[in-house]
């Protein structure tokens, strides 16, 4: 599949079209971005190949892919009309702000759901998300690679040799006035009577070297999702089938009380994720743990170690301790006291 979409060619030489098939398949974008909507899926541009002289210049191309119902929305025609404001017209949902600063209070919101149902969180979030500042190279090289290794390890002979991590200034076009994710943390099922919870991230956080999230990545830890990397400012919110028979989906409240960890929604999660994660066994699951007073969770390069009970606001930071002994133990201390003592650790910390 890779070699019928890149055709010989580096991911800098495709169009922008093929670029953001590219990036879906990579992993580095999602099909339901607004910037996912230009992009053709990767058996519709290996199909086009097949069809009598496929369309060659950029006109022709969207005109084709239009023409068989294909959504296509550029960057430039995002921009001309944007996303409803928050005040328009609809019933009013609540949902939270949590800032990637933690010393920056979490905080309430509310938005109008639209009349004709869907989620209009993604697109009403995006500009949020938008920064002309120039991306670095390096930053880009390095957040891509595992997961082209990991598209590269499950495709076609000849991939690896043909697709490149794409350049910081074509990720940067592609994200153009922002781009939101919306990642479920609790998943809509029959159980909870259709309802699901999600984070609404900058899709590109980490290749703009945003700052980690910690209180985000710790809801995700609650709700049975561990081992994730979250950069930047999120959202929560969440959306329940809509009433009526009309079908489809509707934005509905979401409150602040809800960020606690044994919050309703959130301990279904756990039980539902974990269960999830228990029959696809194997794989990639990487090995985690939660003791009560605080859970671990690694990945590839790194294990996080997250401790429940932290002080917060001004001024936290000169509250807690942290010491690594010779690089082979753990100690976490708040206001003094030890909440968290781990005297042998599997392997010496690299980098303390």
Not at 78 to 85: G, I, L, M, T, V
């Given at each position: 599949m890779l070699d019928d979409l890149l055709q010989g060619r580096d991911l800098d030489s495709l169009t922008d079209d093929e670029k953001m098939a590219v990036l879906v398949k990579a992993g580095l974008m999602t099909s339901d971005s607004p910037a996912a909507a230009a992009a053709p899926a990767p058996q519709q541009v290996a199909a086009a190949a097949d069809d009598e002289d496929p369309p060659r210049t950029?006109?022709?191309?969207?005109a084709y892919l239009r023409s068989r119902g294909v959504e296509v929305e550029l960057a430039e025609e995002?921009?001309?009309?944007?996303?409803?404001?928050a005040g328009g017209a609809g019933r009013a949902f609540t949902f939270v702000r949590i800032p990637a600063e933690p010393t920056v209070a979490v905080?309430?919101?509310?938005?109008?759901?639209?009349?004709?149902?869907?989620?209009?969180?993604?697109?009403?979030?995006?500009?949020r998300f938008a920064d002309d500042g120039v991306m670095d190279d390096a930053t880009v090289a390095r957040e891509t690679a595992g997961r082209?290794?990991?598209?590269?390890?499950?495709?076609?002979?000849?991939?690896?040799?043909?697709?490149?991590?794409?350049?910081?200034e074509t990720v940067q076009k592609l994200a153009a006035g922002g781009a939101c994710e919306a990642y479920p943390l609790a998943q809509p099922s029959a159980a909870n009577g259709w309802v699901g919870v999600r984070l609404y991230i900058d899709e590109v956080g980490a290749l703009r070297s945003r700052p980690r999230n910690a209180r985000a990545e710790a809801l995700a830890l609650a709700?049975?999702?561990?081992g994730l990397a979250i950069h930047g400012d999120?959202?929560?919110?969440?959306?329940?089938?809509?009433?009526?028979?009309?079908g489809g989906e509707a934005n509905v409240d979401f409150g602040l009380e809800e960020l606690a960890p044994d919050s309703a929604w959130a301990a279904a999660a756990r039980r539902e994720n974990g269960a999830a994660a228990a029959a696809h066994g194997g794989g990639d699951h990487f090995a985690g743990g939660d003791s009560g007073s605080y859970a671990w969770s690694q990945t590839e390069e790194e294990v996080e170690v997250c401790v429940r009970?932290?002080?917060?606001?001004?001024?936290?930071?000169?509250?807690v301790g942290v010491a690594y002994g010779r690089g082979r133990s753990l100690r976490v201390c708040f206001d003094g006291k030890v909440a968290v003592e781990l005297p042998e650790l599997f392997d010496a910390v690299a980098s303390p």
């Open positions: 950029e006109a022709e191309r969207l995002r921009q001309s009309h944007p996303p409803p404001a905080s309430l919101e509310s938005a109008a759901a639209p009349s004709g149902g869907g989620d209009v969180l993604p697109g009403l979030l995006a500009p082209l290794r990991n598209m590269v390890a499950g495709g076609a002979p000849g991939a690896a040799e043909a697709l490149r991590a794409p350049s910081a709700a049975g999702l561990s999120v959202y929560v919110s969440r959306c329940a089938r809509r009433e009526g028979g009309g009970g932290a002080p917060s606001g001004r001024g936290a930071a000169k509250r």
